[in-house]
C-alpha cells in the first residue's frame, strides 16, 4: 500500500494484528479483531480509536472569530473558550465543504477539526476565505487524535489523569497531563456513546495510546478500527462526509437544522440555503430500518412500490438493535416516520420503513421496545 | 501468513469455497480464510433446493459487517438441502465453517468437474499468493 500515510500509531496497531486498509489518503486500523466485538465494547464499556487521519486547521489572530463565523454554519461568537461546537463550512451555492467541530482556544483563537479526506481541500478554501490579518496554519500531520468512547471512558480517564474530567460538560475541553503527555480533553465524539477526544503532539502518541490501554484495562477498554466507528456512528445517526454530505447537498437537506444559523449572523453559504429551503428541497436524509433480512448498502436504491425514488447513502447491520438500518435520501412528502420503503437489494425490494433518528440513544444497550419506537 | 485451516481431505476453489464428497452428493462451504477475510458473517442468501447452480457461476452471497462477497459454484449441479440454519445464525460460517457453516448439498451434474478443483496443497499456495 504504497503512498499512504500513516499515522504515529501505525506500528502499535500492526503489533495488535489489525487488517488495515486504506482510508482517505492513510492506511488505518478497520478492525482488531471482531468489528461486533469492538462495536459492543463501545456501547457497554469503553473502546480506544486513533482517529490522527482527522485534520486541524488553525485560525488566530484580530478578526479570526469573525473569519470563523462568517466560514461555519453555526454561531460560534457566542461560544465560550473551551467549548466546541459542530457546524458545517458551505459553499456559495449551499452545498457542504465539510462537516467539523469548531474549538475555541481563545478569543480570537479557534481550530476546525476536519475530515480527514478533507484536509487540503478545506484548508484552500479556509485561507480564501479569511481576511490576511487571521494566521490559519494546517496542524494535521503533527497533531494526533485517540477517541475514547463508551461508558466506562471517563474512569479510564481518571485511572491516568488528575480526577475532575468528569466535571467537563458534552462539548466542552480543557488541559490534562495524562501520563506523560499533554493533551487537549475535548468530550465530545462519534459514536453516540460519552466519551472523550484526545488531542495531543503526533510524538506523544503512542505514550498517551499505551497509557490508556493500560489503565482501561481494569475497564474492558478495547482498540477499536474504522468498522465499528461506522457502525456505531450509524446507529446515532451521525452523518459521515462523502455518504450523507457532499459539496451539492445542503445542511438542510441532511436534517441538520439545528447546526444552521436561521436569522442569525450571516454565514458563507446561507443565503443559498435559504433560498433553496424557500423554493422547496428535492430530498431530504431519512433513517429507516430493514423490516425483513437483508443489509442495505450505501449506494442502493430507495423505491416506492417499485419505482426507484432515492438512495440508501449508508447502511449496516446494526449490532445493538440486531436488525439491519439505513440512512438515505428520499423526495420530502416521504421523509415521515412510518412511511414504508423498499430497498433495491440484488434486484430484489426488501421492505423497509422511515424511523426517527437517532437509532440508538445513550450509551447502553437498548431494549427492542425502545428500539421501535416511531 | 496468519495460519488457515485447510483440511487435507476437501477440493477447493480459487475463489474460496470446499467441497467435501458425499458419496454421489457434494457439500459446499466457504473456507477459513474467507471466512477470516470477512470478518463477523451477519447475512448469508443461498438457493432454494430443487434449483441448479452452475460451475463458475455467482449461487449465493454471503456478507460481513463491512463486505459483501459472491459464492461461485464449484461444479454445476442441483441443490438437495440448503443450510437453513444459516438465516438464524449466520455467524456459524465464522465458528465452524468445515462444520455447521456448511452452505449448500448438491448432485453434480457431471461429476468428474470434481476433478478440476484444487487440493489442499494447491489451494494452500493459491492463500499464500494473494497473502504476499
Known amino acids: ?374 | 501468513m496468519a495460519d488457515y485451516d485447510i483440511p487435507q481431505e476437501l477440493r477447493y476453489t480459487r475463489e474460496d469455497e470446499w467441497i467435501r464428497i458425499e458419496g454421489e452428493r457434494v457439500v459446499i462451504g466457504v473456507t477459513d480464510y474467507a471466512q477470516q477475510q470477512l470478518g463477523d458473517v451477519v447475512f448469508v442468501e443461498l438457493p432454494a433446493v430443487g434449483s441448479g447452480i452452475e460451475r463458475g457461476e455467482p449461487f449465493g452471497v454471503v456478507e460481513s459487517v463491512k463486505a459483501v462477497a459472491d459464492l461461485f459454484g464449484p461444479v454445476s449441479g442441483r441443490v438437495v438441502e440448503m443450510n437453513a440454519l444459516l438465516a438464524e445464525q449466520p455467524e456459524l460460517v465464522n465458528s465452524d465453517c468445515y462444520g455447521d457453516g456448511w452452505m449448500l448439498v448438491i448432485e453434480p451434474d457431471e461429476p468428474s468437474e470434481i476433478e478440476d478443483l484444487l487440493v489442499a496443497s494447491d489451494y494452500r499456495q493459491h492463500v499464500k499468493d494473494r497473502a504476499d
Open chain 1, 1 to 374: 500500500m504504497s503512498g499512504l500515510q500513516r499515522t504515529p500509531l501505525f506500528e502499535a496497531h500492526e503489533r495488535l494484528g489489525a487488517r488495515l486498509v486504506p482510508f482517505a489518503g492513510f492506511e488505518l486500523p478497520v478492525q482488531y479483531g471482531s468489528i461486533l466485538e469492538e462495536h459492543a465494547a463501545v456501547r457497554e464499556r469503553a473502546g480506544l480509536f486513533d482517529v490522527s487521519h482527522m485534520g486541524q486547521l488553525h485560525l488566530r489572530g484580530p478578526g479570526a472569530t469573525a473569519a470563523v463565523e462568517w466560514l461555519v454554519s453555526c454561531p460560534v461568537a457566542s461560544l465560550r473558550v473551551g467549548r466546541v461546537r459542530y457546524g458545517c463550512l458551505c459553499n456559495e451555492a449551499g452545498g457542504v465543504v465539510d462537516d467539523v467541530t469548531v474549538y475555541r482556544l481563545g478569543d480570537e483563537q479557534w481550530f476546525l477539526c476536519v475530515n480527514a479526506s478533507n484536509i487540503e481541500k478545506d484548508y484552500r478554501w479556509v485561507v480564501r476565505h479569511t481576511p490576511a490579518g487571521v494566521a490559519v496554519e494546517n496542524r494535521s500531520a503533527e497533531t494526533a487524535l485517540l477517541a475514547l468512547q463508551g461508558p466506562a471512558s471517563l474512569a479510564v480517564l481518571d485511572a491516568c489523569s488528575d480526577p475532575g474530567l468528569g466535571a467537563l460538560p458534552r462539548f466542552a475541553f480543557t488541559h490534562a497531563k495524562l501520563g506523560a503527555a499533554q493533551v487537549l480533553v475535548s468530550r465530545t465524539g462519534y459514536t453516540g456513546s460519552d466519551g472523550f477526544e484526545l488531542y495531543c503532539a503526533a510524538a506523544d502518541a503512542l505514550a498517551l495510546w499505551e497509557t490508556l490501554c493500560r489503565a482501561g484495562a481494569a475497564h474492558g477498554l478495547a482498540p477499536a478500527g474504522l468498522g465499528a466507528r461506522d457502525t456505531l456512528r450509524l446507529e446515532a445517526a451521525l452523518p459521515l462526509y462523502g455518504h450523507e454530505l457532499d459539496d451539492e447537498t445542503s445542511p438542510l437537506e441532511a436534517r441538520l437544522d439545528r447546526f444552521v444559523k436561521q436569522g442569525g449572523p450571516a454565514f458563507l453559504g446561507g443565503e443559498a440555503i435559504e433560498r433553496r429551503r424557500q423554493a422547496g428541497h428535492r430530498k431530504l436524509l431519512v433513517g429507516f430500518e430493514l423490516m425483513e433480512r437483508g443489509i442495505p448498502r450505501a449506494g442502493y436504491a430507495l423505491a416506492l412500490a417499485g419505482s426507484e425514488v432515492g438512495v440508501v447513502t449508508s447502511g449496516a447491520p446494526s449490532p445493538t438493535l440486531q436488525k439491519s438500518i439505513g440512512l438515505g435520501y428520499v423526495p420530502p412528502a416521504l421523509a415521515e416516520p412510518g412511511t414504508r420503503l423498499e430497498v433495491k437489494v440484488r434486484g430484489r425490494g426488501l421492505s423497509a420503513r422511515v424511523v426517527a433518528t437517532p437509532f440508538v440513544r445513550g450509551s447502553t444497550r437498548v431494549s427492542s421496545e425502545g428500539a421501535s419506537r416511531g
